[in-house]
């Protein structure tokens, strides 16, 4: 059991806050649960399906971590925590469990990832919280920014992790024809994000001064340089 600072055992929390993303993909449920004790806050992301999809892994990166990379899944559980956070996939297997009729009962699928969150090892997500979400799950609806395993994600640290910002999850939705395609993802990243003018928008920001700065350009007026075709822009908030 996870327990607060004080000793006290932290209870789940499923709200999804204000900002949530609508789309029309009835066979795909989602439910969040984090733990906040503090200014440590960790959580998980579950996409629950009414049976068996065919699903495929693409692992990158020098820090990934994966369990139960299956090709067929149940559900796939996305959370905070590090290596630690792969508890949580155990939590949504036993939930789904509970969830068969008594007489097929059988083991489900279920694919996890994890993110690098935060910097305590005493909160993270664990049995409980992954249960917690696959109990929460609701179709057609996914709660964006810092909520699930987005609670504090974030991006832009890569020259000072005084100039992260909070980042989160996202998602999109398209139809075309009978043709759907929903995204979902979550940003916690090293480097900055830019929207689609090449304007920055998160990460690697001066507190002094408000402004944002490419990592890339600080590296090439600082010890390290690296080449780039063109320089970006700088914005304030």
């Known amino acids: 059991m996870i327990r607060a600072a004080d000793g006290s055992p932290l209870a789940a929390r499923t709200e999804w806050g204000d900002r949530v993303f609508t789309f029309d993909f009835p066979e795909i449920s989602v439910g969040i649960a984090e733990y906040e004790d503090g200014e440590v806050a960790t959580g998980c992301t579950v996409f629950k399906f009414p049976r068996a999809l065919p699903t495929v892994a693409d692992v990158r990166g020098g820090a990934a971590a994966t369990i139960g990379s299956w090709p067929w899944a149940n559900a796939i559980c996305f959370a905070g925590g590090s290596l630690l956070g792969l508890e949580a996939v155990g939590g949504v297997i036993a939930q789904l469990h509970k969830e068969q009729q008594p007489s097929v009962r059988r083991a489900r699928l279920v694919s996890g990832a994890i993110i690098w969150d935060g910097w305590s090892a005493s909160v993270y997500p664990d049995h409980a919280l992954g249960r917690a979400a696959a109990a929460a799950t609701r179709p ?78 600080t590296w090439l007026h600082g010890p390290r340089r690296v080449n780039r075709r063109a320089p970006r822009w700088e914005t304030q908030r």
């Open 140 to 217: 057609g609806m996914f709660p964006l920014g810092g909520r699930g395993v987005g609670r504090t994600a974030g991006c832009g640290g890569v020259i000072e992790r005084s100039r992260a910002e909070r980042s989160g999850q996202g998602a999109a939705f398209i139809q075309v024809g009978p043709v759907k395609v929903a995204v979902f993802c979550v940003v916690n990243a090293l480097g900055a994000v830019f929207d689609r003018e090449d304007m920055i928008v998160a990460g690697n920001r001066d507190e002094a001064s408000g402004t944002r700065r490419d990592p890339a350009q």
